[in-house]
């Protein structure tokens, strides 16, 4: 549960990352879990599945709401992850989904000729359209080589739903390296962490690529620093000595998919980055729709990008009419243009935090990269200090200025300061999940019986009822970063 200490961080390098097929061993930490996934689908369909394929969770270190805006995160890759067992079936197209918590999530039959994701009015999409989405992915890559080869599919997982660990992501790109596989399709990971990133679009989510670049990139004692622009690249990253991560659930949930909350902040980013363009003269104002790309056609630094922020974006609120005024359009425009589906209601934009929080947030990623490299090559408490205060700075923004926390979640965080441990959400917030840093793997389990009893013990009964009698194990655990996407075959 420790990061290991050994080593710098080395780039991945420019050559292509295959998702390489592997025996699973009797020995492997998974193996119970992937017998009791093929016991089920053995039941379900009457044989063995072809393959397995795993896909993990994953926790942001630091670097929360700044991946659609192009600019690099610092995250793990957890050992909750996504499996599905896969046989694949030529002499028809039918999509068999079974899911292994059948009482939850009911089983779904589709017809790959004639593959359609259809999303409720109201409320989260439903399980299977998740798996769609990567199947849609997939059927979009390949284009005329696309096969509706049938499938059937059986599905487990322990990443908590709807808790920042990136439970949707780890199920869409699991859907999608399923089915590249089944369709011969080359594995390289870079791109289909890519394919992966696009397709959440189907389910209305505006993704920026972090959740799928961890879940195929990561690797066993590392995070990664993970960048978007000019192109997907991870970067391991040695975290400092000894430091221990806990993840803690507020068991707070909310759906990035089935509220609008998510793609308001995406929107409010996109349009304060047309507003500074504008600001700075560009004839392409229109066209800029990523804070990273004006600070490169403008050759800005961070700290020349915050005085851009606070000279030119003055006031707390905006109104519709102030945006239509300043970008020299209708309101008709503005709803067509720049708005999306679900936030059309949208009548106040609050441009100056949102973008203060994102070009401070990316300052800060890049800084606790810069310490951890220089932690590397020796022990320093001061250093490890400063990623302590990085953490803490980064969820008061996260508070303060994108407004992305929850009661519950600031419960956690009270405690945590109580302890003296740094800790921040992690994931899209508005509940979930915070991870914390903790100075030892002493430390850590003192830490998470402090959370035990302040936190845990004082839960609603039916959550008590849910959790405690297996001593909120599923709900606050202390983690290593793990491997990224795995595929084995029987």
């Known amino acids: 549960m420790t990061a290991n200490g050994n080593g710098t961080a080395q780039d991945l390098g420019a050559g292509i990352e295959i998702v390489a097929p592997q025996k699973l061993q009797p020995e492997s930490k998974v193996y119970g879990r992937v017998q009791q996934l093929t016991a089920f689908f053995k039941q379900q369909f009457g044989a063995n599945p072809d393959f397995i394929?795993?896909?993990?969770?994953?926790?942001?270190?630091?670097?929360?709401?700044?991946?659609?805006?192009?600019?690099?995160?610092?995250?793990?890759?957890?050992?909750?992850?996504?499996?599905?067992?896969?046989?694949?079936?030529?002499?028809?197209?039918?999509?068999?989904?079974?899911?292994?918590?059948?009482?939850?999530?009911?089983?779904?039959?589709?017809?790959?000729?004639?593959?359609?994701?259809?999303?409720?009015?109201?409320?989260?999409?439903?399980?299977?359209?998740?798996?769609?989405?990567?199947i849609k992915g997939i059927q979009e890559s390949l284009g005329s080589q696309w096969k509706p080869i049938g499938m059937r599919i059986a599905v487990d997982g322990n990443v908590p739903l709807a808790a920042g660990l990136s439970s949707s992501s780890a199920m869409v790109s699991s859907a999608v390296l399923a089915t590249a596989h089944v369709q011969g399709k080359k594995l390289d990971r870079r791109e289909l962490a890519s394919i992966s990133a696009m397709c959440e679009q189907y389910i209305g989510t505006h993704s920026g690529g972090m959740d799928q670049a961890i879940a195929y990139l990561g690797r066993v004692g590392c995070a990664h620093h993970i960048e978007f622009h000019p192109k997907l690249k991870g970067t391991p990253v040695t975290l400092p000595a000894g430091k221990c991560f806990v993840v803690a659930n507020s068991l707070a949930q909310k759906n990035k998919a089935?509220?609008?909350?998510?793609?308001?902040?995406?929107?409010e980013c996109?349009?304060?980055?047309?507003?500074?363009?504008?600001?700075?003269?560009?004839?392409?104002?229109?066209?800029?729709?990523?804070?990273?790309?004006?600070?490169?056609?403008?050759?800005?630094?961070?700290?020349?990008?915050?005085?851009?922020?606070?000279?030119?974006?003055?006031?707390?609120?905006y109104t519709r009419a102030d945006i239509c005024k300043e970008l020299g359009v209708t309101e008709q425009e503005l709803e067509t243009k720049f708005l999306s589906a679900n936030t059309r209601h949208m009548e106040q934009f609050k441009l100056r935090q949102r973008a203060l929080h994102v070009i401070q947030e990316s300052g800060r990623v890049a800084k606790f990269r810069k310490i951890c490299e220089e932690l590397a090559g020796g022990a320093n408490k001061e250093g490890a200090k400063q990623l302590g205060e990085l953490m803490r700075q980064s969820h008061e923004s996260l508070?303060?200025?994108?407004?992305?926390?929850?009661?519950?979640?600031?419960?956690?965080?009270?405690?945590?300061?109580?302890?003296?441990?740094?800790?921040?959400?992690?994931?899209?917030?508005?509940?979930?999940?915070?991870?914390?840093?903790?100075?030892?793997?002493?430390?850590?389990?003192?830490?998470?019986?402090?959370?035990k009893r302040d936190y845990y013990a004082q839960l609603p009964t039916h959550l008590l009822e849910r959790h405690q009698p297996n001593n909120f194990s599923e709900v606050v655990f202390a983690t290593l970063p793990g491997n990224g996407a795995e595929l084995y075959i029987q």
Request: with cysteine; proline share 3%.
């Open 399 to 451: 508070r303060e200025l994108y407004e992305c926390s929850h009661p519950d979640v600031e419960r956690l965080i009270a405690i945590s300061n109580q302890q003296n441990v740094s800790a921040r959400v992690t994931g899209a917030g508005w509940g979930g999940c915070i991870v914390a840093m903790c100075d030892s793997i002493e430390a850590a389990d003192e830490y998470i019986k402090v959370l």
């Open 270 to 317: 996109r349009l304060a980055t047309r507003w500074l363009a504008k600001r700075k003269g560009l004839i392409n104002w229109e066209d800029i729709v990523r804070f990273i790309d004006l600070e490169e056609a403008c050759q800005m630094d961070n700290e020349t990008f915050e005085k851009l922020i606070k000279d030119n974006l003055t006031k707390s609120n």
């Open 53 to 134: 394929v795993r896909v993990p969770g994953r926790v942001n270190i630091i670097g929360e709401h700044v991946d659609y805006c192009g600019y690099s995160v610092l995250p793990m890759a957890v050992s909750q992850s996504i499996f599905l067992a896969v046989a694949k079936n030529p002499s028809d197209s039918q999509l068999q989904l079974r899911n292994l918590e059948e009482a939850k999530f009911t089983g779904y039959d589709a017809d790959l000729k004639t593959l359609r994701i259809e999303l409720p009015k109201s409320g989260g999409p439903a399980w299977y359209n998740y798996f769609l989405c990567g």
């Open 258 to 267: 089935a509220s609008s909350d998510y793609n308001e902040r995406v929107v």
